[in-house]
């Protein structure tokens, strides 16, 4: 099991919140589930840059390796007449090595103020995707009607500054044939189709799935071509699913490093999420078998273990460990991963390019598909591998 050794995910910060609910704000109860977007310094991206820091001069050095976007879902304390635990997005903007600039006093992104509309009970767990120069906000709108039916769905917004956002309502095509969310676009076409991951809520929990659809418009019509990734199932763990993390990284030639995250409950009903990582290789993409594009996966690569990412304050029935990718980019050596924890906080993490180099040439040469790493679960998959 020599692969455990050559892997290595850093929380940083100390693993506390790079961003937490502010007492005096509309946030003021949980900030979790980020996404992000790193703007290097570019003529282009240096006026997105000035819009987000009105007040700063781009010249300022804390500005000189550009910085990242980070939209949070914020939820606030109850307020009379609206519903309970109502999600709106947020903004706060860093350096790319994560040191905070500035940090917006108001929503971004708001839930319709129509009890019958799309989102009105919240805009939940967004992920960013800039395509040419227009960026592109996939988040789940939730609705529960005044019978006490309810609706999820994979929405989108749009923006030309990062600022200013136009809901297009819930995308148009057979993706939201049922419950759904966990949306994100590739940035880039396929074999001139634009590329959706998403995560149908049907049959049972455990049936939950990464499936793919493609569109010739990154705004829809988008055409379900069936599922990628299902969840690796676990000795420890009475059900699994999953659903795609961020936006994925292209490292060129159409291959992608892809986070995503596993949920699972155990027998107790409690839950944990953690973090894992898949390569995707598009030159092996065919909408009748997307799964063909999977080349390796590595489960648990980053597993709840800290105070911020276990025993949520959200008020769960049962406990709930959470580690929640949604957002990420690379900066110098490292992929960041910028992560909700335990419904309450915005963690982030790091992993070196040459680590992952390393053990993508090391799961090539054993033509292994997927392998565990956090400590936890390292004696069951031991036991599975010797039976």
């Not at 936006?247 to 030639?253: Q, R, T, Y």
């Amino acid at each position: 099991m020599k692969y455990y050794n050559s892997f290595r995910v850093t929380r940083l910060n100390e693993g506390k919140p790079i961003i937490q609910a502010d007492p005096d704000s509309w946030d003021n109860r949980f900030t979790f589930n980020p996404t992000a977007l790193y703007l290097e310094r570019s003529e282009k991206n240096d006026v997105l840059i000035k819009g987000l820091l009105d007040d700063m001069s781009i010249d300022d050095p804390i500005l000189k390796d550009g910085v990242v976007a980070i939209y949070y879902r914020g939820v606030p304390k109850d307020v009379e007449g609206l519903p309970s635990r109502r999600s709106s997005v947020g903004l706060a903007v860093f350096t790319p090595d994560l040191h905070i600039i500035k940090r917006f006093a108001y929503p971004i992104l708001k839930p319709t103020d129509d009890p019958m509309g799309y989102d009105y009970n919240g805009v939940e767990d967004q992920r960013i995707v800039r395509i040419e120069d227009r960026f592109y906000l996939t988040y789940c709108g939730f609705v529960v009607y005044p019978d006490s039916t309810s609706k999820a769905r994979v929405c989108l917004a749009v923006s030309d500054d990062l600022l200013n956002w136009e809901k297009l309502g819930p995308v148009e095509g057979d993706v939201n044939n049922w419950p759904n969310k966990n949306a994100v676009i590739l940035p880039y076409p396929v074999n001139g189709n634009y590329v959706m991951f998403h995560r149908p809520c049907r049959g049972k929990q455990s049936d939950y799935s990464i499936s793919l659809a493609i569109s010739d418009s990154p705004t829809g019509v988008w055409k379900d071509c069936g599922l990628v990734m299902k969840s690796v199932s676990h000795p420890r763990y009475t059900e699994s699913w999953n659903g795609m993390g961020s936006s994925p990284i292209h490292l060129g030639d159409n291959v992608y490093l892809a986070d995503y995250h596993a949920g699972n409950y155990l027998e107790s009903g409690e839950r944990d999420y953690f973090a894992n990582y898949a390569l995707l290789d598009f030159n092996k993409f065919d909408p009748a078998h997307p799964e063909r594009i999977v080349v390796w996966r590595i489960e648990a690569a980053l597993f709840p273990e800290t105070d911020y990412e276990m025993n949520s304050p959200w008020p769960h029935e049962k406990t709930l460990n959470c580690v929640f990718p949604c957002g990420s980019y690379v900066y110098k050596d490292d992929f960041y991963l910028i992560y909700g924890g335990a419904d309450a906080y915005v963690l982030a993490a790091k992993l070196n390019k040459n680590d992952l180099l390393q053990i993508h040439q090391e799961l090539l040469a054993s033509s292994k598909k997927h392998i565990w790493i956090a400590d936890c679960l390292r004696e069951y998959q031991l036991v599975s591998e010797a039976t």
